[in-house]
């Protein structure tokens, strides 16, 4: 192609609009662009795309409120749910009346800020933010109720959301959510609209185009800065000549927000110089930092400049202990993506995410594909992490074979940790304030790398040796910076002086070495130390620094760049004061990602009316007459199973399984299914819990209470006496519980003469029922199933503070084996009954057996006490442990000690796709089932709906929901399951140490008495590398005290066993 012919092919966009402007007008017209590509193989190649322009879509679009029903979007107001509809902003009067109608006050000046990708991607925190005035103690003089933002209004262009929407989806949903609910109109009680958000479809607008760039290269992004450039263009002159042809007194401050350097420069360079306009120009171009600095300096209360991301090491900071003139580069640069794209391509580098340890943020692994297989590459130091922070998608490089780790290197870089690298020191010390802090690794829960059963060792040579391969971080394909971290800052002035033989504390040393001051006089840097022992340190920029001493606060990772130690971060939020219960309780809610807020209107638009009863309906069958019956911990309100059993005129028995009809109220794809399969389940915490469900079905509707008609999903079997089943059916039905029983109620009619019962309806049930569940049982030990134990508390609570006042080993009954029995049975018929008709799409549940390197601890300290335990299969695993039991007959603590600790060194069972798994690994190993899933507890588990509505489909009552026809989806819900319910498990488990923590301290408000005085095992005292324990730890590790059960017991080292009583302190 001839220079003329290129030349006249990249016509400018000026002349295309020209030329349609000779056409007649219309508020619709087209914009074609044309561009030319150069390939590698030296082809050229045009590219035509055609934009619709239009000149109707006047100043923005916002959502406001509509009485008109059928409204695309809903939003609460005033606990009311309105419909929410686009209105476009159609001339400069209006535009001028819906900026000014904020309550922002800056004085006599209005303010509106166009933003860019960049803020909507980073500074969503800021954007975020809106403070009443009156929040720091300050009353308005005039009584109203000013908010502070950083403008009136806030104008967002498509072309940056439509970014945003690219690069980040977490980001985007966070502006979308924040446009709904920011135009939701007033804020309830008739005052102004707090802050305005405004959508412009700059992409589209006649007014907002721009000339065509002629550099290809940087064509896209260039473009793009150069239109939002223009829409700040655009509000500034109409602002500007709306106040000027009235000759109003009023300022009005337009402002473009960008953190390009490059953009802000040409912001100047591009307006045409005005001299009748305020510092010559329409709009003003700041960074966010400027903005917010600005703002800081009009309202010294603010501390907006807190939340501000950072992108740099503060050159402008004085550092009380480094030379600020040299700078330090502490990493190696990370590779282009354009080399890392190639790279991967070539095998020279492999994808995957990388993950901390879980007690140290020095070490980690990335799990890559090396064939059919998955290996986990360990990343060891500083050097090799690079930046990585835990859940990045990283670009990994191999070391060299010689490099790779073998088991006699590796016990001898475990014997060297903490002799010289600083890491292994900050490593030490960032188990300091985590729930598990001080537990020993080797039979800690398992990593991810453990629940995947992904291989830790390759071989490397035809011998067969097998080593663990080591690689290094090359790049970053994708940050995982979208989270908020828990913890608390640790500044200079709290380093009190030591003796000359004293280590000092980590925390003190990093904080020595990073704390400075700034130029501005107004921020200083602070380090910020995570609860979660898989983060580094981050350093924040704050204004108040003594405010944060001491407290509970939220922080996000901005950057990381190679010449900063530790990666940079914003304040988000505090908590509350360190150490108090209600603080330390948000703060594992945080850390563990539990969702806690309260349900959202639209699906509190699902539930049923106020008045609704539950009536037969056709396809159910009638059971009211059964004597069905519940037995539940007392106080339960969540019930979700009932049972029955009766004599049939052939002399069998007839049991039933009664499961709350869950899926009868959650419409499949409804609002309120798709949050719960979101929670994906319920969330028991010792003072407080959290439903997957709204209270209306998990308390009442869906609770299978006594005395009243529920619907449920029945599973009935006829058995012999002797617990052989004869028939099974599968019916949607309505019951009528006649008693809802404790367990210690249900124990009482199991211990009950046989004589007594012959005319008691419910004695006669539970005992039936306890007979056939110990021939169930009998029959699961006999085929493997492992008998293990629990370390489960309870805590007397006090009635208005719910501090405790005791803590109390949980007491089991034969009863509660009897509901579990029937449990399982059920799961197991249900899964073998969706499995024949959907082999490739039930929801099953499976537990693979544990690696042995998980168990290597407990073997090997358990022979110490003469007990030999054999893990090759569950079967010899259970036959090993009650050997231990009758060699440890004179002591039953100890035998249940060593069964606890073997649960803990298994994989936590997994919620699969049966299309993903061959079907020799759907094994559930603890259960020593061949199939199993999760069928009786759809009330707190979503797993159990989705199995609902499996089994619904598979008994033809229901067509099979369109979602759970698609493996890929299964699969994601799976995932999510997991994730959540582990998250639980955990979240309970640290709820349960915080309460005891809190009782032997003599609890917030002095209840629970402070020391006591118990019979106790020591079961392992861990240090720091070279130094005394930290300050802030237990000064022992004690758990499963003599009668009580303290926390979670994972180390089975007896170091001591008192002989005589001693106080247990402990520190707050």
């Known amino acids: 192609m001839s220079d003329q012919e290129n030349d006249a092919a990249m016509m400018d966009e000026d002349q295309i609009i020209m030329d349609d402007e000779n056409q007649p007008s219309s508020s619709l017209h087209t914009l074609p662009t044309r561009r030319f590509y150069l390939t590698r193989r030296g082809k050229i190649l045009q590219s035509t795309t055609e934009r619709y322009l239009r000149d109707d879509l006047g100043y923005g679009t916002m959502l406001v409120p509509s009485t008109v029903t059928g409204g695309k979007s809903t939003e609460t107001i005033a606990g009311k749910i309105v419909n929410l509809v686009p209105w476009t902003i159609e001339s400069v009067s209006s535009l001028w009346n819906v900026v000014t109608s904020t309550a922002s006050s800056y004085g006599n000046k209005v303010r509106l800020a166009v933003i860019d990708t960049n803020v909507l991607l980073h500074h969503m925190d800021v954007l975020e933010y809106l403070r009443a005035s009156d929040d720091d103690g300050n009353n308005d003089k005039d009584g109203e109720n000013k908010h502070i933002a950083i403008a009136n209004a ?9 970014e945003c929407r690219h690069r980040s989806l977490v980001m985007y949903r966070r502006a979308t959510d924040l446009i709904r609910s920011s135009s939701s109109g007033e804020d309830g009680s008739g005052g102004k609209r707090k802050i305005c958000f405004i959508v412009f479809a700059d992409v589209h607008h006649s007014d907002t185009q721009i000339k065509a760039l002629d550099n290809n290269d940087a064509i896209i992004n260039d473009e793009n800065d150069a239109r939002l450039r223009k829409v700040a263009w655009f509000y500034g002159n109409a602002l500007y000549n709306h106040l000027h042809d009235r000759s109003m007194d009023q300022d009005a401050e337009v402002v473009f927000l960008s953190d390009d350097v490059q953009s802000r420069k040409l912001a100047l360079l591009e307006q045409p110089s005005d001299d009748n306009v305020a510092d010559g120009v329409y709009y003003k171009a700041r960074s966010m930092r400027q903005h917010v600095a600005l703002l800081q300096k009009e309202d010294p209360t603010l501390h907006l400049l807190d939340m501000v991301a950072q992108f740099n090491s503060a050159p402008d900071s004085t550092n009380r202990s480094v030379d600020n003139a040299s700078k330090e580069i502490y990493y190696s640069p990370h590779i282009d993506s354009s080399d890392l794209s190639y790279g991967l391509k070539s095998n020279r580098y492999y ?50 074979i010689d490099r790779w780790l073998g088991s006699a290197e590796e016990e001898q870089s475990d014997k060297q940790k903490g002799a010289g690298k600083k890491e292994s020191d900050q490593a030490g010390e960032s188990a300091k304030e985590s729930p598990e802090a001080g537990i020993a690794a080797d039979t800690a829960e398992p990593t991810l790398k453990d629940i995947d059963n992904i291989a830790e060792e390759v071989a490397v040579d035809e011998e067969g040796q097998l080593r663990r391969p080591t690689g290094k971080v090359a790049g970053i394909i994708r940050r995982n910076f979208h989270k908020n971290y828990c913890g608390s800052i640790c500044t200079i002035e709290k380093v009190e002086k030591k003796e000359d033989n004293d280590t000092p504390h980590p925390h003190d040393v990093i904080a020595e070495k990073h704390e400075r001051e700034h130029a501005d006089g107004v921020t200083s840097t602070v380090v910020f130390f995570p609860i979660d022992n898989r983060i580094p340190p981050i350093l924040l920029r704050t204004t108040q620094r003594d405010r944060l001493v001491g407290m509970r606060i939220l922080v996000s990772i901005d950057s990381w760049p190679a010449d900063s130690e530790y990666p940079l971060g914003h304040y988000v939020k505090t908590l509350g004061v360190t150490g108090t219960k209600d603080t330390e309780t948000q703060v594992l809610l945080q850390e563990f990602r539990i969702p806690c807020e309260p349900f959202p209107a639209k699906v509190l638009a699902c539930l049923p009316p106020a008045d609704y009863k539950i009536e037969l309906e056709p396809g159910r069958l009638d059971m009211r007459h059964l004597p069905v019956l519940s037995i539940d911990p007392p106080g339960c309100k969540d019930i979700d199973d009932a049972l029955h059993c009766i004599e049939l005129p052939n002399g069998n028995w007839q049991c039933g ?87 210690q109620q249900a124990q009482s009619l199991i211990d009950k003469p046989d004589k007594d019962c012959r005319d008691d309806i419910q004695a006669g049930a539970v005992k039936r029922l306890a007979v056939l569940a110990r021939k169930f049982r009998e029959r699961r030990i006999r085929a493997g199933a492992l008998t293990l134990a629990s370390p489960e508390v309870k805590f007397v609570l006090d009635s208005e503070s719910l501090n405790p006042t005791d803590v109390q080993a949980y007491t089991l009954y034969e009863a509660n084996a009897l509901v579990e029995e029937f449990m399982l049975l059920a799961n197991v018929t249900v899964s073998k009954k969706i499995l024949r008709h959907y082999p490739t799409l039930s929801v099953l549940r499976r537990h693979p057996a544990p690696n042995r390197s998980m168990f290597d601890g407990l073997i090997q300290k358990a022979r110490t006490k003469g007990v030999s335990i054999c893990i090759d299969d569950s079967k010899k695993l259970a036959d090993s442990l009650d050997e231990a039991g009758k060699k440890l007959s004179d002591n039953p603590y100890l035998d249940k000690l060593i069964r606890i600790l073997s649960t803990r060194c298994m994989s936590p069972a997994q919620y699969f796709c049966s299309g993903e798994y061959q079907a020799k690994d759907w094994h559930h190993y603890g259960l020593a089932a061949p199939v199993y899933t999760h069928f009786t507890s759809p009330i707190r588990r979503y797993a159990d709906v989705c199995v609902h509505r499996l089994l619904a489909a598979a008994i033809g009552v229901a067509p099979l929901p369109v979602f759970l026809s698609s493996k890929s989806h299964l699969h994601d819900l799976a995932a999510n399951m997991n994730r959540r319910h582990r998250a639980a498990q955990l979240a309970g488990r640290a709820s349960v140490q915080l309460h005891t923590l809190i009782f032997f301290a003599g609890g917030e408000e002095g209840e629970g008495g402070g020391a006591k005085e118990e019979d106790a095992y020591v079961l392992d005292v861990e240090t720091s590398p070279n130094s005394e324990p930290s300050r802030d730890r237990k000064e022992l590790i004690v758990d499963l005290l003599e009668p009580r059960a303290l926390a979670d017991p994972t180390v089975l080292e007896e170091k001591e066993r008192t002989t005589k009583k001693k106080k247990l302190k402990t520190k707050k």
Not at 666 to 679: K, M, P, Q, T, Y
Not at 728 to 734: A, L, N, P, T
Request: charged letters at 25%.
């Open 154 to 162: 806030i104008v967002i262009p498509q072309t940056a959301l439509e």
């Open 351 to 400: 994808q995957g995410t990388y993950r901390s340890n879980r007690d140290s943020h020095t070490e980690g692994y990335v799990t890559i594909r090396r064939g059919e297989d998955r290996v986990a590459v360990v990343v060891k130091g500083s050097d090799d992490i690079n930046r990585a922070v835990d859940g990045d998608v990283v670009a990994i490089e191999l070391h060299s």
């Open 657 to 743: 399984v009664h499961i709350a009809d869950v899926t009868h109220y959650v419409e499949a794809g409804s609002a309120i299914d798709l949050e719960a399969a979101n929670r994906s389940t319920s969330t028991y915490l010792v003072n407080k819990r959290l439903d997957m469900l709204p209270s209306l079905l998990t308390t009442d509707l869906c609770s299978l209470k006594g005395n009243v008609d529920r619907f449920a999903f029945s599973v009935l079997w006829e058995v012999t006496p002797e617990a052989e089943v004869v028939d099974v059916e599968f019916h949607k039905s309505i019951i009528h519980s006649i008693a809802a029983l404790t367990y």
